[in-house]
Structures are given as C-alpha cells and as structure tokens.
C-alpha cells in the first residue's frame, strides 16, 4: 500500500533519529505536549501582569482558564475580559492556536527539512491532527498552514470592517483578530465581558454567518476542505468517502439541530426576537454547540428537552482532522450506519456505494462506549462536590467532553474539585478518549489466547 513504512529501506537519518533510538509512542509526545502547554499556560495566567488592576485570581481558575483554551473549550470560571488585561487574553489567544490547530502542524512546517524527527514526528503530527494515514504528511502540514491563514484573514477582515467598526482602529482589529481565531479553532472565547458571549449581536446577519462559517469550516477538518478545493480545481473527480461522510453528516445534523432548537424553544427562550431572528438564533446555536461554544441566546433558562439535544450535538461533535472534538461526525455515521445494517443482517455497513471495514467500525464502538463511561464517571464526581441540579451539571460535563463551552452558567460556582474534574475532561475529550486509553495501553497488548466459544443469551 502506498502509505506502508519499509523500516529496513528507510533512509539511515530517519531509523537512527532520537525518537526511533528511545522507542517513545509519539501519541505520548502529543498528551504531554499538550500538559506542558496547558500547565506553562496555567503559570502565566495565574501571574499578576496578566490581570486587569485590581483583579486577583485563584490557581484553580488560571488552570482552567488555560485547560479550556488550550484543549479549544471556551468554558470559563472567570470573564475573559473582565479579568485579563491585553497581555492575558493575548496567552489566551495563543493558548487557543496551540491546542486548536494541533500544536505540531505550525512547528512542522518550520521543520519540514529536518530529518532528526523522522517517521515518529510524521506519526505525532498525524496523530495531533487525527488522521487517517502519515502518507504526505510534511506537505499537508504546510497546506494545513496557509489554509488556516487565508480563512482567519477573511474572517479578521470582515469582523473588523463591518462588526466592530463602530470601536477605535486597534480595539476593533485586535476583536476581529481575538474572535475570528477563536471561531475558526471552535474555541469560543469571546472579549464581551460579563459572560455575556455573544448575546448582543442575536439579531447581527453580517456577525452570524461569518462566526458559523469560521466553526463550520473549522469544524469540518483539514482533509476535506482540501478534498473540495482538489474537486474545484479538477486535480481529481469525486470526493472522498470520508469527505463525503462528514459534509453529508455535518448538513444534517446541523439542519436537524436548528429545526429542533426552534421547535422546543420558539415560545420560550426565543419568543422575544421575530421569526427571522429565532431561525438565526438556532442555526447558530445548532452549528456552535458542535464544538465552538459562542452562543447568541442566554442558555440559563433552556427548557430539559433542549438541553438534552444540545447534549447529543455536543457529544457528537466536530469532525477528524478539525479543530473541534467530541466522538468525530464520522464516528456518529459510522454507527448509524452500522445499526442499519445490523437490522437489515448484512455482515457491514455501506453507504454511497462504498464498504466499511470492521475494523472502523469497532473503532467506532469503542470511542463511544468509553466516552460514555468517561463522562458518566466525571458527573458522579461532579455529583459529589456539588449539589446543583443534576441536568446543569450534565450539560456541563458533556460540553467539556465535547470541548464546546456552552454553558447554563454555572460553571463560575462550581467547586474545586468540580473544575478540576471538568479540566480532565477538557483534556481526554481534546485528545479523544481512544488516543488517551491508547497512550495508557501502550507497551502492554498481549497476544489472545483462543478459548472454546459458548453463546450467550442477548435480551
């Protein structure tokens, strides 16, 4: 295949670099990579010249602070502008484009020369990305790269010169800069002071459709925007089925999510606005609350029936390869398409013409599976610390799982040991839960023994 590593031809720069010479698991590089930046982020923001005058906080909220936007949450125990000065929304900011656009892909391409790294950094930044394969990977970094410019320059210039116009030059550039790299990386940190997100510009068309085209395209991943582009420009015919997958399922859930956002919630949170403004509201309720966590409608008084489907949009999340987390909309597919199959008995789950293997398809299983486990364990934690109702407490866990940032508001008040727990959560959902168990495993897979095999009674 054209993606197989020959160890015995591979040039001798490359099998005698220091990552094959220590055997090092690069996805260990990626977790505690991603530890230092959060911990190294924790400190600066935890330090007073960071802090508006008059303001101190404790460690527990610097490290979640620096947690929730290194792992793109946008959850927040403390305001971001009410709290930090300029130099402290700055770390935020690179804090986000660390964690956002995997910490590797810009380091990459300034060593994409360098041999000492070898097939364990393809393989780290692969992993770092969630890809599906390390063939190429040096030059899609380097395409990854300047996608990233082209898409946030676009989305700085129009917040810019048509949102924050009515701000002095450099504080309307400096908020078009902060939320355009914020949407783009799913992040959903915003400059609005008082935990207000983006509740003032509900009825803002122009600020809308910019937000939700930077989380979409954000959210969609690297790969398949340059599937598109490679289809535009015919250097090929047809989209790929993953490219295929995750646009078709990206479209329907967020069609899904706005039409029942409004069905469940037109005569409660959003009867204030007119028609035209509640669909707007949720259709960008419906695409942020797959991962980028700005919201434009106060989410405290959500009837439970909403709640619960912003849960399963959170849970699902943004796409492999994206800026985004959750269980992947491939993931979401792929068991969808496997239970179909299961009720129709066919041996695997097809779609547009095209087979899926087992072997993703018990991926598939198991990222679901421990996901739920994870979550389910971090809200009897939850339940321990704090006595809020249980329903904001699950809404909350599922929004660090899915490295959202959506919030009932709650999230201020919580404990220690709750803000820890949702730090660790943060955390395993920016890495995936299979990454996390992966690292833990390594070195320890043991060849099966093979038993007798007896039925077991189902139902």
Not at 87 to 104: E, K, P, R
Not at 321 to 343: D, M, Q, R, Y
Request: with cysteine; charged share 15%; glycine share 8%.
């Amino acid at each position: 295949m054209e993606n197989q590593i020959d160890m015995n031809n591979m040039p001798l720069s490359l099998k005698d670099g220091p990552l094959l010479k220590r055997k090092v698991h690069p996805l260990n590089f990626l977790v505690f990579g991603l530890l230092f930046v959060i911990l190294l982020g924790s400190l600066l923001l935890w330090l007073p010249f960071t802090h508006n005058d008059s303001k101190e906080i404790n460690y527990i909220d610097a490290l979640f602070t620096s947690t929730s936007a290194t792992t793109v949450t946008g959850l927040v125990s403390v305001d971001t502008l009410d709290t930090y000065n300029f130099f402290g929304q700055l770390i935020i900011l690179i804090l986000i484009n660390c964690g956002g656009l995997g910490y590797m892909t810009v380091i990459s391409f300034f060593f994409l020369n360098s041999s000492a790294f070898g097939l364990k950094y393809a393989m780290f930044v692969k992993e770092s990305l969630n890809l599906p394969s390390i063939g190429d990977i040096l030059k899609l970094a380097k395409k990854v790269f300047f996608t990233i410019i082209v898409f946030e320059a676009i989305g700085i210039g129009i917040l810019t010169l048509f949102v924050f116009d009515n701000f002095e030059v450099m504080k309307s550039l400096w908020y078009g800069i902060f939320h355009a790299m914020s949407a783009f990386n799913n992040a959903g940190f915003d400059l609005m002071g008082g935990f207000n997100s983006l509740t003032g510009y509900t009825g803002n068309v122009i600020f809308n459709f910019t937000i939700m085209a930077l989380i979409f395209f954000g959210g969609i991943g690297f790969l398949v925007i340059s599937d598109i582009i490679n289809v535009r420009k015919k250097r090929k015919r047809f989209l790929t089925l993953h490219s295929e997958l995750v646009l078709t399922t990206s479209i329907i859930l967020i069609f899904l999510g706005a039409v029942g956002f409004y069905a469940l919630e037109h005569s409660n949170l959003l009867k204030q606005y007119d028609e035209g403004t509640k669909w707007m509201a949720s259709s960008f309720i419906s695409v942020s609350s797959r991962t980028a966590g700005f919201t434009t409608v106060d989410l405290a008084s959500l009837s439970i029936s909403a709640l619960l489907v912003l849960c399963l949009l959170m849970f699902i999340g943004a796409s492999p390869g994206s800026t985004g987390a959750g269980i992947k909309t491939t993931t979401f597919a792929v068991l969808i398409l496997w239970l179909v199959a299961t009720i129709k008995n066919k041996k695997e789950p097809e779609v547009f013409d095209r087979r899926i293997s087992r072997d993703t398809v018990e991926k598939a299983l198991l990222l679901f599976f421990t996901s739920v486990l994870v979550i389910a364990i971090i809200i009897f934690g939850m339940t321990l610390f704090d006595d809020k109702p249980l329903s904001k407490m699950t809404f909350e866990a599922f929004s660090a799982f899915g490295t959202v940032g959506l919030t009932t508001g709650i999230t201020p008040d919580l404990s220690f040991g709750s803000k820890f727990l949702l730090c660790l959560l943060m955390f395993i959902g920016r890495l995936t839960t299979v990454t996390f168990l992966t690292v833990i495993a390594y070195g320890k897979r043991k060849d099966n023994i093979h038993l007798l095999e007896e039925n077991v009674a189902i139902g």
